[in-house]
DNA sequence: CTATAAAGCAAACAGTCGTTTGTTTTGTTT
DNA sequence: AAACAAAACAAACGACTGTTTGCTTTATAG
């Protein structure tokens, strides 16, 4: 009586069928991710998915989460280590493009997956990022820029920059995420500090 | 015998197909979108769109083949009106997402669809947004900027900007392509000229 | 060792997908 | 009016979709 809930099994399954779905996601897009895919890619059978997830969209909402989850400690524990408001922003966009054109295929999945190609999701979708954003804004509003500056279009800016970057980023090249995330905001702070 | 063509005829109901399949493309994505929707959208059968079309990526890559040649001509039209680097500069800007956010269905599949999800047309689809880019950056290009500046990331970073726009732009607000365009490039100008 | 629940298998459901085929309608040209 | 091609219909093809159901395996708890 006093047990209600039995130790889950501890060679669980369920962290590689995310890591795979994160995969298939970020590859070919929700629409084309079939779950026949992911359970080939798990080596299960199509209906044996269900038993971890009630739908499809539920299995992108849980790789979402983690995805904006992983995205958020990476950019919090790198805004931590420094005080100056200049600093702390590029800290946070070395940590967001590291995040997402390193760490791989969760954070890609949040950028790459729009909520309105998962309808039933979408709210969900959209309130995992709201959360995130608000992050960002708060860095900004810490900046010391000349008040005529618009600190919305400078976020707008700087993230949409960010973002876009996942399609033309290739591993190969001598820019690595980080120099990019530091090349764009040296050309933003130096307009607004002379 | 002198004639091998006869002249199509005048009510031809390509361009609506075209129509229809470039706004359910851009509503819902290329894998979400299926034949029997644009088919629907036109009133027509589905087999029937294989008369036009011998395949669903043959309809994409005619809708992205429009949406590059409009959004190119929107801005070629427009840096014509101008002589000074900066000038030409704002005017592709503020083009480029007066095509995107008010033109409407076409341009928005360019930046919508990626290669990536079609992949029997990838490579048709890549080699049209390359001709495009390029007129950015002999924009770039031209601009007298300190020597230090890594043009590239300047113009990786302003497209980028401009494209991920779709992603938050509400018609609704104060906020007009043309404003954001410009707000865009003042925070950029600023910087590299004190 | 046995009871129990977690986890997965096996097989199918109804529906949708892109596409093909043969035929018919429609408009234009002569 | 006759000839002909453009354009669309009507109907189906096999493959694939997300999901459900009932049964079996497997590990853990008492």
Redesign the interface.
Known sequence: MAQTLRIPRSDNRLPQILDEAARLFR???Y??TSMRDIAAAVDMLPGSLYYHFAAKEDLLVAVYEQGVRLITEKVRAAIARHEEPWHRLEAAAVAHLEALLKTGDYALVVIRV?P??VPKAAARLVRLRDGYDALFAELVAALPLPPE??RQ??R??????????Q??FRDSGRHSPRS?AR??LR??????Q?
């Open positions: 590859e070919k897009g629409a084309a729009l309105q190609d500056t618009d279009s400078f707008l800016l700087l993230l949409g920059a960010l973002n876009w970057s399609h033309w990019i090349s764009f050309l933003l702070r130096e307009a607004q002379p």
